[in-house]
């Protein structure tokens, strides 16, 4: 009997590729289990088998618990049962018997091989986890070994197994038993039942894994990948740059006669494959990916982080491509928002908002249409650029000399602070009271603009800290410090007078 366990240990664990000592406690699992039965009580049974002989003994133990607690039938003693077991004894104790193996039969053969496979599953499905762990994103290969309605079973062997949804397929492909197909590792699903390895062709990185394997540039970082966008199944634009002035890196994608690309697009059911230069100019980048539309002028908007591209009107269509593909996909890869329009449609929408900077300008700063006009005509769209841009630049206008240039800047510094006295007024319709209206280091101007952080009296002022106040503007930590210690003089003097 005690061969026969050793061997089962042995055999089970070369079979299946897991740890001995695995096996072993399943087997004490399921001999402490039969023996369990053997008492009409619940009964806690633990069973010991040497790893070296294979004998085995088992074990019955009780809890020990208080007197005056009710002591469940056959799994725990109260303190007055232990002490007649033994005098030591005390309550939070464990009281340990050997009690009659049970024999290594058929009962116990059975119920240990349930325990061994399930163990033996758990201890596999361990070993997939760790071995995959550090694959998430990788390229791997398998084979097709089950298809359903909803995902397709890929078999990496080794016992891994990855499930690959429907809707991560790519266009309308179709797998069968015993395809060779490859995905890429998206996560890993630790359960009790199924396929473990979430995979997916859909996913962005797998176009850029393929191109890895077919672009051996790519493999020794001659060229670098710098972004991905995919419409599975239908068309994608990958964006590559060189670090190799010598090489092209459009070129050595595309292979020669086009074979290299084409590799990767017969991979992914013909999926139509764009290839775009990167640039770090974010403009010259996204006229790059809006090929084959050729783009006839670009207007960045960095507040919006948008561009307005303009093509000529029989290319608007190829600009815009199918359901707005071409465009949808060149947005996203280069990060910008994108707005395709006609030439002429550009012009209006320029021709428009210059007539609202123009009377903007007009309104803040005072001065008739001509000198608006030209101050759009070269560049300023904003007040704040008025206010802030370096006197030589603007008295460098043909027109202008330093004179007009101060006389402008002066009114728009003027206009933000009354458009900023403005906007506090709106913020907040609470008057500041008139002890902190009154208080020592206080002005009218930084009065409001407490009350509009909801500090209305001294007493508010003294509860704040230094940095709930930095984000005034105007204000230094040291001119915090004083004002909230001005605040708090009243809580001085009222416990110097205590």
Not at 41 to 46: D, F, K, M, V
Not at 235 to 247: M, T
Not at 459 to 480: F, N
């Amino acid at each position: 009997m005690s061969k026969e366990i050793l061997m089962v240990a042995e055999a089970v664990s070369n079979e299946k590729g897991v740890d001995q000592e695995i096996i072993f406690e399943a087997i004490e699992q399921a001999l402490g289990m039969a023996t369990k039965k053997r008492y009409d009580e619940g009964a806690n049974i633990r069973v010991v088998i040497d790893r070296e002989t294979g004998d085995y003994q088992s074990y019955r133990w009780w809890d020990v618990v208080a007197d005056d607690q009710m002591a469940e039938l056959g799994t725990q003693f109260t303190t007055e049962e232990a002490i007649e077991k033994d005098p030591t004894l005390v309550v939070g104790d464990t009281f340990e018997e050997t009690v009659e193996n049970i024999a290594f039969g058929r009962i116990a053969a059975q119920t240990a091989k349930q325990v061994i496979v399930q163990r033996v599953k758990d201890a596999e499905r361990e070993l997939i986890v760790n071995r995959y762990r550090d694959r998430v994103g990788e390229l791997l290969s398998g084979t097709v070994k089950k298809v359903t309605r909803d995902h397709i079973v890929v078999d990496f062997g080794e016992n891994a197994e990855g499930m690959l949804p429907r809707e991560e397929l790519v266009g309308r492909e179709i797998f069968r038993i015993n395809d060779r197909t490859r995905v890429i590792l998206q996560g890993i699903r630790e359960e009790t039942r199924g396929p473990q390895l979430l995979v997916s062709r859909a996913t962005s990185e797998m176009l850029v894994q393929l191109f890895m394997i077919e672009v051996p540039e790519i493999a020794e970082g001659i060229i670098e990948i710098k972004g991905a966008a995919r419409d599975p199944g239908q068309r994608a634009k990958i964006a590559v740059k060189s670090k190799d002035a010598r090489i092209d890196p459009v070129g050595a994608c595309v292979g020669m006669r086009g074979a290299r690309v084409q590799a990767v697009s017969n991979d992914l059911d013909d999926e139509r494959v764009d290839i775009v230069l990167w640039d770090d100019n974010p403009a010259q980048l996204v006229i790059n990916a809006m090929a084959p539309a050729e783009v006839e002028s670009i207007v960045v908007d960095e507040d919006t982080h948008s561009m307005d591209v303009a093509v000529n009107g029989e290319n608007l269509a190829q600009a815009i491509g199918k359901g707005g593909q071409n465009v949808r996909l060149a947005s996203e890869l280069t990060g910008w928002a994108i707005n395709v329009m006609t030439i002429e449609d550009a012009q209006e929408k320029q021709e428009a908002e210059s007539s609202n900077f123009v009377e903007a300008l007009m309104e803040a700063l005072d001065v008739d249409e001509d000198v608006a006009v030209v101050l759009v005509e070269e560049g300023f769209t904003s007040i704040e650029e008025v206010a802030y841009v370096p006197l030589e630049e603007m008295s460098a206008i043909e027109g202008f000399d330093e004179d007009i240039a101060e006389e402008l800047r002066a009114r728009a510094k003027d206009a933000l602070l009354t458009r900023e006295l403005a906007s506090e007024e709106q913020l907040t319709n609470v008057e500041p009271a008139e002890d902190l209206m009154t208080m020592e280091g206080m002005d009218s101007a930084l009065a409001y603009k407490l009350t509009a952080k909801s500090i209305v009296t001294m007493e508010d002022l003294a509860e704040q800290a230094v940095d709930d106040l930095m984000d005034i503007d105007g204000m230094d930590e040291e001119k915090a410090a004083a004002l909230i210690m001005t605040a708090r003089a009243p809580w001085f003097a009222e416990e110097q007078g205590e």
